[in-house]
Protein backbone atom coordinates (compact mmCIF):
# COMPACT_ATOMS: atom_id res chain seq x y z
CA UNK A 1 0.00 0.00 0.00
CA UNK A 2 2.60 2.49 0.81
CA UNK A 3 3.69 1.42 -3.03
CA UNK A 4 0.28 2.50 -3.96
CA UNK A 5 0.60 5.70 -2.11
CA UNK A 6 3.96 6.62 -4.57
CA UNK A 7 2.11 5.73 -7.35
CA UNK A 8 -0.74 7.88 -6.40
CA UNK A 9 1.47 10.87 -6.39
CA UNK A 10 3.84 10.24 -9.35
CA UNK A 11 0.74 9.68 -11.18
CA UNK A 12 -0.41 13.59 -9.82
CA UNK A 13 2.48 14.71 -11.65
CA UNK A 14 2.72 12.36 -14.89
CA UNK A 15 -1.34 13.49 -15.41
CA UNK A 16 -0.26 16.81 -16.15
CA UNK A 17 2.89 16.02 -17.59
CA UNK A 18 1.09 13.81 -20.19
CA UNK A 19 4.58 11.61 -20.25
CA UNK A 20 2.12 8.19 -21.95
CA UNK A 21 4.96 5.80 -20.69
CA UNK A 22 5.11 6.56 -16.99
CA UNK A 23 1.39 7.13 -17.13
CA UNK A 24 1.25 4.04 -18.09
CA UNK A 25 2.80 2.26 -15.61
CA UNK A 26 1.30 4.33 -13.11
CA UNK A 27 -2.05 2.93 -14.46
CA UNK A 28 -0.71 -0.40 -14.50
CA UNK A 29 0.34 -0.36 -10.77
CA UNK A 30 -3.58 0.81 -9.88
CA UNK A 31 -5.32 -1.73 -11.92
CA UNK A 32 -3.08 -4.09 -10.01
CA UNK A 33 -3.82 -3.05 -6.68
CA UNK A 34 -7.30 -2.79 -7.64
CA UNK A 35 -7.12 -6.52 -8.30
CA UNK A 36 -5.45 -7.67 -4.75
CA UNK A 37 -7.85 -5.44 -2.75
CA UNK A 38 -10.45 -3.17 -4.72
CA UNK A 39 -11.84 -1.58 -1.75
CA UNK A 40 -8.87 -0.73 -0.23
CA UNK A 41 -7.27 0.85 -3.14
CA UNK A 42 -10.38 2.41 -4.31
CA UNK A 43 -10.69 3.96 -1.08
CA UNK A 44 -7.06 5.63 -1.48
CA UNK A 45 -7.47 6.79 -4.84
CA UNK A 46 -10.79 8.69 -3.25
CA UNK A 47 -8.80 9.82 -0.75
CA UNK A 48 -5.94 10.84 -3.01
CA UNK A 49 -7.96 13.38 -5.32
CA UNK A 50 -7.11 11.78 -8.39
CA UNK A 51 -10.46 11.41 -10.07
CA UNK A 52 -10.36 14.96 -10.78
CA UNK A 53 -7.92 14.08 -13.29
CA UNK A 54 -8.83 11.11 -14.44
CA UNK A 55 -11.42 13.37 -16.32
CA UNK A 56 -8.17 15.03 -17.90
CA UNK A 57 -7.26 11.53 -19.04
CA UNK A 58 -10.58 10.10 -21.14
CA UNK A 59 -9.47 11.64 -24.23
CA UNK A 60 -10.04 9.69 -27.45
CA UNK A 61 -6.13 9.57 -28.86
CA UNK A 62 -4.69 8.91 -25.79
CA UNK A 63 -3.32 4.72 -25.12
CA UNK A 64 -4.02 5.08 -22.14
CA UNK A 65 -7.72 5.93 -22.07
CA UNK A 66 -8.65 2.26 -22.15
CA UNK A 67 -7.01 1.39 -19.16
CA UNK A 68 -8.30 4.98 -17.24
CA UNK A 69 -12.02 3.38 -18.32
CA UNK A 70 -10.92 0.10 -16.72
CA UNK A 71 -9.74 1.97 -13.21
CA UNK A 72 -13.19 3.74 -13.25
CA UNK A 73 -14.47 0.59 -14.10
CA UNK A 74 -13.27 -1.30 -10.90
CA UNK A 75 -13.24 1.60 -8.30
CA UNK A 76 -17.72 1.99 -9.38
CA UNK A 77 -18.23 -1.50 -8.27
CA UNK A 78 -18.01 -0.05 -4.77
CA UNK A 79 -21.19 1.71 -4.18
CA UNK A 80 -19.37 4.49 -2.07
CA UNK A 81 -17.22 5.49 -5.32
CA UNK A 82 -20.31 5.84 -7.28
CA UNK A 83 -21.33 9.57 -6.38
CA UNK A 84 -17.48 10.58 -6.17
CA UNK A 85 -16.99 9.28 -10.20
CA UNK A 86 -20.34 11.37 -10.99
CA UNK A 87 -19.05 14.63 -8.83
CA UNK A 88 -15.32 14.53 -10.27
CA UNK A 89 -17.22 15.12 -13.46
CA UNK A 90 -16.22 11.77 -15.25
CA UNK A 91 -19.02 10.72 -16.88
CA UNK A 92 -19.57 13.44 -19.95
CA UNK A 93 -16.04 12.03 -20.90
CA UNK A 94 -16.84 8.73 -20.50
CA UNK A 95 -19.94 9.43 -22.35
CA UNK A 96 -18.22 11.24 -25.15
CA UNK A 97 -15.89 7.70 -25.49
CA UNK A 98 -18.99 5.61 -26.74
CA UNK A 99 -18.50 7.32 -30.26
CA UNK A 100 -14.54 5.90 -30.15
CA UNK A 101 -13.86 3.12 -32.89
CA UNK A 102 -11.60 1.51 -30.75
CA UNK A 103 -12.89 -1.86 -29.36
CA UNK A 104 -11.22 -2.65 -26.37
CA UNK A 105 -12.27 1.21 -25.39
CA UNK A 106 -15.92 0.96 -25.86
CA UNK A 107 -15.32 -2.14 -23.91
CA UNK A 108 -14.34 -0.57 -20.72
CA UNK A 109 -16.28 2.86 -21.08
CA UNK A 110 -19.22 0.45 -21.42
CA UNK A 111 -18.10 -1.14 -18.05
CA UNK A 112 -17.24 2.06 -16.27
CA UNK A 113 -20.63 3.65 -17.25
CA UNK A 114 -22.53 0.26 -16.23
CA UNK A 115 -21.41 -0.01 -12.87
CA UNK A 116 -21.76 3.74 -11.85
CA UNK A 117 -25.51 3.63 -13.25
CA UNK A 118 -25.17 0.44 -10.66
CA UNK A 119 -28.11 1.08 -8.21
CA UNK A 120 -27.24 5.03 -8.42
CA UNK A 121 -29.83 7.70 -9.19
CA UNK A 122 -26.73 10.22 -9.54
CA UNK A 123 -24.77 8.00 -12.01
CA UNK A 124 -28.40 6.86 -14.01
CA UNK A 125 -29.14 10.84 -13.91
CA UNK A 126 -25.74 12.02 -15.51
CA UNK A 127 -25.44 9.87 -18.12
CA UNK A 128 -29.09 10.39 -18.57
CA UNK A 129 -28.35 13.89 -19.31
CA UNK A 130 -24.75 13.59 -21.12
CA UNK A 131 -27.14 10.67 -23.59
CA UNK A 132 -25.22 7.91 -23.06
CA UNK A 133 -28.49 5.65 -23.41
CA UNK A 134 -29.05 6.48 -26.80
CA UNK A 135 -25.29 6.28 -28.27
CA UNK A 136 -25.46 2.40 -26.29
CA UNK A 137 -28.48 1.97 -27.99
CA UNK A 138 -27.39 2.94 -31.78
CA UNK A 139 -24.02 0.39 -31.01
CA UNK A 140 -26.55 -2.66 -30.12
CA UNK A 141 -27.97 -1.85 -33.50
CA UNK A 142 -25.17 -1.67 -35.96
CA UNK A 143 -23.65 -4.23 -33.81
CA UNK A 144 -26.11 -6.50 -33.85
CA UNK A 145 -25.85 -8.93 -36.67
CA UNK A 146 -21.50 -9.23 -36.06
CA UNK A 147 -21.24 -12.54 -33.90
CA UNK A 148 -17.27 -12.82 -33.27
CA UNK A 149 -16.28 -13.24 -29.93
CA UNK A 150 -14.83 -9.46 -29.47
CA UNK A 151 -18.46 -7.82 -30.78
CA UNK A 152 -20.66 -10.63 -28.66
CA UNK A 153 -18.53 -9.34 -25.51
CA UNK A 154 -19.02 -5.84 -25.94
CA UNK A 155 -22.74 -6.40 -26.69
CA UNK A 156 -22.76 -8.33 -23.81
CA UNK A 157 -21.28 -5.27 -21.46
CA UNK A 158 -23.62 -2.76 -23.41
CA UNK A 159 -26.56 -4.57 -22.57
CA UNK A 160 -25.51 -4.95 -19.22
CA UNK A 161 -25.09 -1.28 -19.41
CA UNK A 162 -28.61 -0.56 -20.07
CA UNK A 163 -29.75 -2.94 -17.82
CA UNK A 164 -27.87 -1.13 -14.66
CA UNK A 165 -28.74 2.13 -15.73
CA UNK A 166 -33.03 1.68 -15.97
CA UNK A 167 -33.04 -1.15 -13.48
CA UNK A 168 -36.23 -1.05 -11.46
CA UNK A 169 -36.71 2.69 -12.97
CA UNK A 170 -40.10 2.85 -14.79
CA UNK A 171 -39.33 6.21 -16.32
CA UNK A 172 -36.13 5.42 -17.89
CA UNK A 173 -37.13 1.96 -18.66
CA UNK A 174 -39.94 3.67 -20.36
CA UNK A 175 -37.16 5.92 -22.12
CA UNK A 176 -35.22 2.86 -23.48
CA UNK A 177 -38.17 1.22 -24.73
CA UNK A 178 -39.42 4.60 -26.69
CA UNK A 179 -36.02 4.64 -28.43
CA UNK A 180 -36.81 1.53 -29.76
CA UNK A 181 -34.73 -1.03 -27.31
CA UNK A 182 -37.22 -3.89 -27.56
CA UNK A 183 -36.79 -4.86 -31.54
CA UNK A 184 -32.97 -4.52 -31.07
CA UNK A 185 -32.89 -6.47 -27.65
CA UNK A 186 -35.26 -9.57 -29.78
CA UNK A 187 -33.06 -9.73 -32.95
CA UNK A 188 -30.23 -9.83 -30.15
CA UNK A 189 -31.51 -12.97 -28.72
CA UNK A 190 -31.90 -14.54 -32.23
CA UNK A 191 -28.98 -14.16 -33.76
CA UNK A 192 -26.67 -14.50 -30.82
CA UNK A 193 -28.63 -17.52 -29.03
CA UNK A 194 -25.65 -19.56 -28.51
CA UNK A 195 -23.84 -17.29 -26.45
CA UNK A 196 -24.48 -18.23 -22.67
CA UNK A 197 -23.72 -14.55 -21.48
CA UNK A 198 -25.16 -12.60 -23.80
CA UNK A 199 -28.60 -14.16 -23.72
CA UNK A 200 -28.78 -13.83 -20.20
CA UNK A 201 -28.30 -10.49 -20.38
CA UNK A 202 -31.37 -10.24 -22.95
CA UNK A 203 -33.40 -12.31 -20.73
CA UNK A 204 -32.74 -9.84 -17.25
CA UNK A 205 -33.51 -6.92 -19.38
CA UNK A 206 -36.61 -8.33 -21.29
CA UNK A 207 -37.52 -9.55 -17.32
CA UNK A 208 -37.43 -5.72 -16.89
CA UNK A 209 -38.89 -4.34 -19.44
CA UNK A 210 -41.71 -6.89 -19.69
CA UNK A 211 -42.69 -5.70 -16.22
CA UNK A 212 -43.72 -2.42 -17.81
CA UNK A 213 -47.30 -2.02 -19.80
CA UNK A 214 -45.83 0.19 -22.06
CA UNK A 215 -43.46 -2.59 -23.46
CA UNK A 216 -46.04 -5.30 -24.30
CA UNK A 217 -47.38 -3.72 -27.74
CA UNK A 218 -43.95 -3.20 -28.96
CA UNK A 219 -42.93 -6.89 -27.47
CA UNK A 220 -46.08 -8.16 -29.29
CA UNK A 221 -45.06 -7.08 -32.73
CA UNK A 222 -41.48 -8.95 -32.75
CA UNK A 223 -41.24 -12.26 -32.95
CA UNK A 224 -40.59 -12.51 -29.05
CA UNK A 225 -42.67 -15.59 -28.44
CA UNK A 226 -40.61 -17.70 -31.11
CA UNK A 227 -37.41 -17.16 -30.06
CA UNK A 228 -38.16 -17.63 -26.14
CA UNK A 229 -39.75 -21.09 -27.30
CA UNK A 230 -36.63 -22.09 -29.46
CA UNK A 231 -34.98 -20.55 -26.42
CA UNK A 232 -36.86 -22.81 -23.75
CA UNK A 233 -36.53 -26.08 -25.68
CA UNK A 234 -32.94 -26.01 -25.55
CA UNK A 235 -32.55 -25.18 -21.69
CA UNK A 236 -31.86 -28.21 -19.34
CA UNK A 237 -30.67 -26.52 -16.26
CA UNK A 238 -33.17 -25.07 -14.37
CA UNK A 239 -31.61 -21.96 -13.19
CA UNK A 240 -31.88 -21.40 -17.20
CA UNK A 241 -35.24 -21.96 -17.83
CA UNK A 242 -36.58 -19.84 -14.16
CA UNK A 243 -34.78 -16.73 -15.77
CA UNK A 244 -36.78 -17.80 -18.82
CA UNK A 245 -39.99 -18.29 -17.43
CA UNK A 246 -39.74 -15.04 -15.97
CA UNK A 247 -39.80 -13.30 -18.96
CA UNK A 248 -42.45 -15.24 -20.12
CA UNK A 249 -45.14 -14.80 -17.40
CA UNK A 250 -45.38 -10.62 -17.76
CA UNK A 251 -45.22 -11.46 -21.42
CA UNK A 252 -48.30 -13.80 -20.96
CA UNK A 253 -50.16 -10.80 -19.63
CA UNK A 254 -51.10 -9.50 -22.83
CA UNK A 255 -53.65 -11.46 -25.14
CA UNK A 256 -51.86 -10.87 -28.50
CA UNK A 257 -48.62 -12.30 -27.11
CA UNK A 258 -50.37 -15.02 -25.41
CA UNK A 259 -51.55 -16.30 -28.90
CA UNK A 260 -48.28 -16.10 -29.98
CA UNK A 261 -46.53 -17.95 -27.58
CA UNK A 262 -49.41 -20.69 -27.94
CA UNK A 263 -48.56 -20.67 -32.08
CA UNK A 264 -44.84 -21.02 -31.19
CA UNK A 265 -45.38 -24.02 -29.16
CA UNK A 266 -44.81 -23.15 -25.47
CA UNK A 267 -47.84 -25.18 -24.27
CA UNK A 268 -46.33 -28.46 -25.56
CA UNK A 269 -43.27 -27.58 -23.40
CA UNK A 270 -45.38 -26.77 -20.72
CA UNK A 271 -47.02 -29.83 -20.65
CA UNK A 272 -43.59 -31.78 -21.20
CA UNK A 273 -42.38 -30.51 -17.71
CA UNK A 274 -45.62 -30.98 -16.02
CA UNK A 275 -45.18 -35.00 -17.33
CA UNK A 276 -41.76 -34.79 -16.12
CA UNK A 277 -41.91 -33.47 -12.68
CA UNK A 278 -45.05 -34.69 -11.10
CA UNK A 279 -43.86 -37.77 -9.66
CA UNK A 280 -40.79 -35.89 -8.02
CA UNK A 281 -40.43 -34.41 -4.29
CA UNK A 282 -36.97 -32.11 -5.36
CA UNK A 283 -37.74 -28.99 -4.55
CA UNK A 284 -36.37 -27.18 -7.78
CA UNK A 285 -38.85 -29.56 -9.60
CA UNK A 286 -42.14 -29.10 -7.43
CA UNK A 287 -41.31 -24.98 -8.47
CA UNK A 288 -40.76 -25.49 -12.04
CA UNK A 289 -44.42 -27.52 -11.98
CA UNK A 290 -45.69 -25.05 -10.43
CA UNK A 291 -44.56 -22.34 -12.58
CA UNK A 292 -45.48 -24.28 -16.02
CA UNK A 293 -48.98 -25.54 -14.75
CA UNK A 294 -49.72 -21.43 -13.73
CA UNK A 295 -48.27 -20.50 -17.00
CA UNK A 296 -50.57 -22.56 -18.76
CA UNK A 297 -53.11 -21.00 -16.86
CA UNK A 298 -52.59 -17.76 -17.82
CA UNK A 299 -52.29 -18.71 -21.71
CA UNK A 300 -55.51 -19.99 -21.16
CA UNK A 301 -56.89 -16.70 -20.14
CA UNK A 302 -56.81 -14.97 -23.74
CA UNK A 303 -60.26 -15.41 -25.22
CA UNK A 304 -58.56 -16.59 -28.93
CA UNK A 305 -55.34 -18.39 -27.03
CA UNK A 306 -58.14 -20.32 -25.25
CA UNK A 307 -59.78 -21.35 -27.69
CA UNK A 308 -57.22 -22.08 -29.92
CA UNK A 309 -56.65 -24.82 -27.26
CA UNK A 310 -60.21 -25.75 -27.07
CA UNK A 311 -60.29 -27.35 -30.43
CA UNK A 312 -64.10 -27.87 -29.57
CA UNK A 313 -63.20 -30.52 -26.50
CA UNK A 314 -60.94 -32.67 -28.83
CA UNK A 315 -58.07 -30.82 -28.55
CA UNK A 316 -54.88 -32.81 -26.73
CA UNK A 317 -53.95 -29.56 -24.44
CA UNK A 318 -58.06 -29.59 -23.52
CA UNK A 319 -57.35 -33.30 -22.47
CA UNK A 320 -54.00 -33.44 -20.64
CA UNK A 321 -55.47 -30.89 -18.58
CA UNK A 322 -58.72 -32.50 -17.47
CA UNK A 323 -56.38 -35.25 -16.26
CA UNK A 324 -54.98 -33.01 -13.88
CA UNK A 325 -58.22 -32.95 -12.06
CA UNK A 326 -58.20 -36.67 -10.68
CA UNK A 327 -54.47 -36.45 -10.00
CA UNK A 328 -53.42 -36.59 -6.42
CA UNK A 329 -51.09 -33.69 -6.87
CA UNK A 330 -52.13 -30.34 -5.49
CA UNK A 331 -51.18 -28.12 -7.57
CA UNK A 332 -52.47 -30.11 -10.93
CA UNK A 333 -55.69 -30.53 -9.60
CA UNK A 334 -55.18 -26.60 -8.78
CA UNK A 335 -54.29 -25.59 -12.35
CA UNK A 336 -56.91 -28.24 -13.78
CA UNK A 337 -59.60 -26.42 -12.42
CA UNK A 338 -58.19 -23.03 -12.86
CA UNK A 339 -57.81 -23.92 -16.40
CA UNK A 340 -61.48 -25.59 -16.66
CA UNK A 341 -63.19 -22.62 -15.24
CA UNK A 342 -60.93 -20.25 -17.84
CA UNK A 343 -62.61 -22.82 -21.20
CA UNK A 344 -65.81 -22.51 -19.24
CA UNK A 345 -66.06 -18.89 -21.15
CA UNK A 346 -68.34 -19.22 -23.24
CA UNK A 347 -71.72 -20.93 -23.47
CA UNK A 348 -70.23 -23.49 -26.39
CA UNK A 349 -67.54 -24.78 -24.45
CA UNK A 350 -69.82 -25.16 -21.37
CA UNK A 351 -72.06 -27.33 -22.86
CA UNK A 352 -69.45 -29.55 -24.70
CA UNK A 353 -67.95 -29.99 -21.19
CA UNK A 354 -71.22 -30.73 -18.97
CA UNK A 355 -72.24 -33.18 -22.00
CA UNK A 356 -69.13 -35.02 -21.96
CA UNK A 357 -69.07 -35.49 -17.93
CA UNK A 358 -66.63 -32.81 -16.71
CA UNK A 359 -69.13 -31.96 -13.76
CA UNK A 360 -68.93 -34.92 -12.47
CA UNK A 361 -65.03 -34.74 -12.18
CA UNK A 362 -64.99 -31.61 -10.46
CA UNK A 363 -67.40 -32.69 -7.82
CA UNK A 364 -65.16 -35.97 -7.33
CA UNK A 365 -62.70 -32.80 -6.85
CA UNK A 366 -64.20 -31.08 -4.21
CA UNK A 367 -65.31 -34.18 -2.61
CA UNK A 368 -61.65 -34.77 -1.73
CA UNK A 369 -61.58 -31.64 -0.42
CA UNK A 370 -64.44 -31.34 1.78
CA UNK A 371 -62.54 -32.01 5.65
CA UNK A 372 -59.59 -29.83 5.93
CA UNK A 373 -59.14 -29.32 2.12
CA UNK A 374 -56.98 -27.26 -0.02
CA UNK A 375 -58.65 -23.69 0.06
CA UNK A 376 -57.18 -22.62 -3.69
CA UNK A 377 -58.54 -25.79 -5.12
CA UNK A 378 -61.76 -25.54 -3.45
CA UNK A 379 -62.04 -22.06 -4.85
CA UNK A 380 -60.92 -22.95 -8.47
CA UNK A 381 -63.19 -25.97 -8.30
CA UNK A 382 -66.34 -23.86 -7.43
CA UNK A 383 -65.31 -20.99 -9.96
CA UNK A 384 -65.31 -23.72 -12.85
CA UNK A 385 -68.93 -25.06 -11.38
CA UNK A 386 -70.43 -21.58 -11.15
CA UNK A 387 -69.15 -20.73 -15.14
CA UNK A 388 -70.30 -23.94 -16.34
CA UNK A 389 -73.75 -23.36 -14.31
CA UNK A 390 -74.41 -20.15 -16.85
CA UNK A 391 -76.13 -21.42 -20.38
CA UNK A 392 -79.62 -22.06 -19.20
CA UNK A 393 -78.87 -26.01 -21.16
CA UNK A 394 -76.92 -26.87 -18.28
CA UNK A 395 -78.48 -25.91 -15.42
CA UNK A 396 -81.32 -28.81 -15.32
CA UNK A 397 -78.07 -31.09 -16.39
CA UNK A 398 -75.72 -29.53 -12.87
CA UNK A 399 -79.19 -29.44 -10.65
CA UNK A 400 -79.81 -33.75 -11.32
CA UNK A 401 -75.82 -34.38 -11.18
CA UNK A 402 -76.52 -32.96 -7.62
CA UNK A 403 -73.73 -30.01 -7.83
CA UNK A 404 -76.18 -28.06 -5.61
CA UNK A 405 -75.31 -31.57 -2.51
CA UNK A 406 -72.25 -30.88 -3.58
CA UNK A 407 -71.39 -27.36 -3.24
CA UNK A 408 -73.81 -27.66 0.01
CA UNK A 409 -71.33 -28.98 2.13
CA UNK A 410 -68.85 -26.38 1.86
CA UNK A 411 -71.80 -23.74 3.70
CA UNK A 412 -69.42 -24.10 7.17
CA UNK A 413 -66.36 -22.51 5.50
CA UNK A 414 -64.54 -19.67 7.20
CA UNK A 415 -62.84 -18.90 3.93
CA UNK A 416 -64.44 -15.68 2.36
CA UNK A 417 -62.70 -16.87 -1.66
CA UNK A 418 -64.89 -19.80 -0.82
CA UNK A 419 -68.00 -18.91 0.37
CA UNK A 420 -67.85 -16.15 -3.05
CA UNK A 421 -67.63 -18.73 -5.24
CA UNK A 422 -70.19 -21.06 -3.66
CA UNK A 423 -72.77 -18.46 -2.86
CA UNK A 424 -72.46 -17.60 -6.94
CA UNK A 425 -72.17 -20.99 -8.20
CA UNK A 426 -75.65 -21.51 -6.27
CA UNK A 427 -76.64 -18.38 -7.61
CA UNK A 428 -76.60 -19.51 -10.85
CA UNK A 429 -77.73 -22.67 -10.88
CA UNK A 430 -81.29 -21.27 -9.29
CA UNK A 431 -83.00 -20.30 -12.01
CA UNK A 432 -85.44 -23.03 -11.78
CA UNK A 433 -88.09 -22.73 -9.51
CA UNK A 434 -88.25 -25.98 -8.25
CA UNK A 435 -84.57 -25.78 -7.33
CA UNK A 436 -84.82 -22.43 -5.99
CA UNK A 437 -87.61 -23.45 -3.77
CA UNK A 438 -85.79 -26.60 -2.42
CA UNK A 439 -82.73 -24.43 -1.68
CA UNK A 440 -84.96 -21.60 0.09
CA UNK A 441 -86.61 -23.94 2.45
CA UNK A 442 -82.91 -25.44 3.21
CA UNK A 443 -82.85 -23.49 7.34
CA UNK A 444 -79.13 -23.62 7.57
CA UNK A 445 -78.58 -22.26 3.72
CA UNK A 446 -80.90 -19.88 4.63
CA UNK A 447 -79.23 -18.55 8.44
CA UNK A 448 -75.66 -18.83 6.51
CA UNK A 449 -76.62 -16.61 4.10
CA UNK A 450 -78.55 -13.73 6.48
CA UNK A 451 -75.29 -14.56 8.67
CA UNK A 452 -73.26 -13.21 5.38
CA UNK A 453 -75.17 -10.88 4.40
CA UNK A 454 -73.09 -8.92 7.72
CA UNK A 455 -70.08 -10.23 6.22
CA UNK A 456 -68.71 -6.18 6.08
CA UNK A 457 -64.84 -6.88 5.90
CA UNK A 458 -65.88 -8.78 2.45
CA UNK A 459 -68.27 -6.65 0.05
CA UNK A 460 -68.11 -9.34 -2.22
CA UNK A 461 -69.78 -11.76 -0.27
CA UNK A 462 -71.82 -10.04 1.30
CA UNK A 463 -73.14 -8.87 -2.04
CA UNK A 464 -73.46 -12.31 -3.20
CA UNK A 465 -75.60 -13.25 -0.22
CA UNK A 466 -77.42 -10.53 -0.40
CA UNK A 467 -78.35 -11.63 -4.33
CA UNK A 468 -78.75 -15.29 -3.57
CA UNK A 469 -81.39 -14.51 -0.94
CA UNK A 470 -83.18 -11.90 -3.11
CA UNK A 471 -83.13 -14.81 -5.94
CA UNK A 472 -83.96 -17.66 -3.93
CA UNK A 473 -87.60 -15.92 -3.75
CA UNK A 474 -87.91 -14.44 -7.23
CA UNK A 475 -87.52 -17.96 -8.93
CA UNK A 476 -89.26 -19.71 -6.35
CA UNK A 477 -92.43 -17.52 -5.94
CA UNK A 478 -93.37 -20.01 -2.71
CA UNK A 479 -94.65 -19.00 0.59
CA UNK A 480 -92.46 -21.68 2.15
CA UNK A 481 -89.25 -20.19 1.19
CA UNK A 482 -90.49 -16.36 2.18
CA UNK A 483 -91.50 -17.77 5.62
CA UNK A 484 -88.00 -19.40 6.20
CA UNK A 485 -86.77 -15.96 5.45
CA UNK A 486 -88.40 -14.24 7.64
CA UNK A 487 -88.30 -16.74 10.28
CA UNK A 488 -84.37 -16.34 9.92
CA UNK A 489 -83.85 -12.51 9.76
CA UNK A 490 -83.79 -11.99 6.40
CA UNK A 491 -86.33 -9.44 5.54
CA UNK A 492 -83.87 -6.56 6.76
CA UNK A 493 -80.98 -7.05 4.56
CA UNK A 494 -83.25 -7.13 1.77
CA UNK A 495 -84.69 -3.72 1.98
CA UNK A 496 -81.11 -2.55 2.89
CA UNK A 497 -79.78 -4.04 -0.22
CA UNK A 498 -82.60 -1.69 -2.48
CA UNK A 499 -80.72 1.12 -1.14
CA UNK A 500 -77.47 -0.57 -2.88
CA UNK A 501 -75.09 1.71 -5.39
CA UNK A 502 -75.92 -0.91 -7.91
CA UNK A 503 -79.00 -0.56 -9.68
CA UNK A 504 -78.86 -4.68 -10.61
CA UNK A 505 -79.16 -5.04 -6.84
CA UNK A 506 -81.44 -2.97 -6.25
CA UNK A 507 -84.06 -3.98 -8.89
CA UNK A 508 -83.46 -7.89 -7.47
CA UNK A 509 -84.01 -6.16 -3.98
CA UNK A 510 -87.39 -4.58 -5.04
CA UNK A 511 -88.93 -7.56 -7.44
CA UNK A 512 -88.48 -9.78 -3.92
CA UNK A 513 -89.93 -7.22 -1.83
CA UNK A 514 -92.78 -7.08 -3.89
CA UNK A 515 -93.18 -10.94 -4.19
CA UNK A 516 -92.99 -11.14 0.05
CA UNK A 517 -95.95 -8.21 -0.21
CA UNK A 518 -97.96 -10.60 -2.61
CA UNK A 519 -97.89 -13.22 -0.99
CA UNK A 520 -96.69 -13.30 2.40
CA UNK A 521 -97.78 -9.54 3.48
CA UNK A 522 -98.75 -10.27 7.21
CA UNK A 523 -96.04 -12.51 7.78
CA UNK A 524 -93.45 -10.16 7.41
CA UNK A 525 -95.41 -6.95 8.03
CA UNK A 526 -93.28 -6.03 11.60
CA UNK A 527 -89.71 -6.88 9.71
CA UNK A 528 -90.53 -4.16 7.21
CA UNK A 529 -91.73 -1.94 9.20
CA UNK A 530 -89.15 -2.01 11.28
CA UNK A 531 -86.46 -1.98 8.16
CA UNK A 532 -88.12 1.55 7.71
CA UNK A 533 -89.04 0.40 3.91
CA UNK A 534 -91.75 2.87 3.16
CA UNK A 535 -89.25 5.75 4.29
CA UNK A 536 -86.23 4.25 1.69
CA UNK A 537 -89.51 4.01 -1.28
CA UNK A 538 -90.24 7.90 -0.35
CA UNK A 539 -86.53 8.28 -0.65
CA UNK A 540 -85.95 6.36 -4.01
CA UNK A 541 -89.31 7.66 -5.63
CA UNK A 542 -88.04 11.25 -4.29
CA UNK A 543 -84.77 11.44 -6.04
CA UNK A 544 -84.01 12.58 -9.34
CA UNK A 545 -80.84 9.94 -10.13
CA UNK A 546 -82.75 6.50 -9.33
CA UNK A 547 -82.79 4.92 -12.67
CA UNK A 548 -86.63 4.26 -14.30
CA UNK A 549 -87.05 0.80 -13.26
CA UNK A 550 -86.06 1.77 -9.87
CA UNK A 551 -89.17 3.82 -9.57
CA UNK A 552 -91.39 1.59 -11.47
CA UNK A 553 -90.73 -1.65 -8.70
CA UNK A 554 -90.83 1.02 -6.00
CA UNK A 555 -94.36 2.00 -7.15
CA UNK A 556 -95.27 -1.62 -7.69
CA UNK A 557 -94.25 -2.17 -4.25
CA UNK A 558 -95.97 0.74 -2.55
CA UNK A 559 -98.92 -0.85 -4.02
CA UNK A 560 -98.74 -3.93 -2.86
CA UNK A 561 -97.68 -2.90 0.76
CA UNK A 562 -101.45 -0.81 0.70
CA UNK A 563 -102.60 -4.18 2.29
CA UNK A 564 -100.93 -3.74 5.59
CA UNK A 565 -103.00 -1.55 7.53
CA UNK A 566 -99.63 -0.06 9.68
CA UNK A 567 -97.72 0.15 6.38
CA UNK A 568 -100.32 1.68 4.54
CA UNK A 569 -100.90 4.66 7.71
CA UNK A 570 -96.87 5.12 7.17
CA UNK A 571 -97.84 5.72 3.14
CA UNK A 572 -100.62 7.83 4.20
CA UNK A 573 -98.26 10.17 6.56
CA UNK A 574 -95.05 10.44 4.13
CA UNK A 575 -97.28 12.13 1.68
CA UNK A 576 -96.30 10.12 -1.24
CA UNK A 577 -99.39 11.31 -3.67
CA UNK A 578 -96.97 14.54 -4.41
CA UNK A 579 -94.08 12.73 -5.09
CA UNK A 580 -95.70 9.86 -7.50
CA UNK A 581 -98.17 12.74 -9.60
CA UNK A 582 -94.84 14.42 -10.56
CA UNK A 583 -93.62 10.97 -12.01
CA UNK A 584 -97.02 10.65 -14.30
CA UNK A 585 -94.76 13.00 -16.61
CA UNK A 586 -92.11 11.11 -16.61
CA UNK A 587 -90.03 10.47 -20.42
CA UNK A 588 -90.03 6.63 -19.12
CA UNK A 589 -93.55 5.33 -20.21
CA UNK A 590 -93.31 2.68 -18.09
CA UNK A 591 -93.04 5.05 -14.68
CA UNK A 592 -95.45 7.35 -15.76
CA UNK A 593 -98.34 4.66 -16.62
CA UNK A 594 -97.38 2.83 -13.00
CA UNK A 595 -97.44 6.59 -11.15
CA UNK A 596 -101.12 6.73 -12.60
CA UNK A 597 -102.37 3.54 -11.42
CA UNK A 598 -100.29 4.20 -8.10
CA UNK A 599 -101.96 8.05 -7.78
CA UNK A 600 -105.37 5.78 -8.34
CA UNK A 601 -104.78 3.32 -5.62
CA UNK A 602 -103.08 6.03 -3.15
CA UNK A 603 -106.11 7.75 -3.99
CA UNK A 604 -109.46 4.60 -3.11
CA UNK A 605 -106.44 4.45 -0.29
CA UNK A 606 -107.21 7.32 1.52
Known amino acids: MDNLSDTLKKLKITAVDRTEDSLEGCLDCLLQALAQNNMETSEKIQGSGILQLFASLLIPQSSCTAKVANIIAEVAKNEFMRIPCVDAGLISPLVQLLHSKDQEVLLQTGRALGNICYDSHEGRSA ?61 LLGIHCQNAALTEMCLVAFGNLAELESSKEQFASTNIAEELVKLFKKQIEHDKREMIFEVLAPLAENDAIKLQLVEAGLVECLLEIVQQKVDSDKEDDIAELKTASDLMVLLLLGDESMQKLFEGGKGNVFQRVLSWIPSNNHQLQLAGALAIANFARNDGNCIHMVENGIVEKLMDLLDRHVEDGNVTVQHAALSALRNLAIPVVNK ?211
Not at 143 to 153: Q, V, Y
Not at 166 to 183: F, K, R, T
Open 127 to 187: VGQAGGAQIVIDHLRSLCSITDPASEKLLTVFCGMLMNYSNENDSLQAQLINMGVIPTLVK
Open 396 to 606: AKMLSSGVTEAVLKFLKSEMPPVQFKLLGTLRMLIDAQEAAEQLGKNVKLVERLVEWCEAKDHAGVMGESNRLLSALIRHSKSKDVIKTIVQSSGIKHLVTMATSEHVIMQNEALVALALIAALELGTAEKDLESAKLVQILHRLLADDRSAPEIKYNSMVLICALMGSESLHKEVQDLAFLDVVSKLRSHENKSVAQQASLTEQRLTVGS
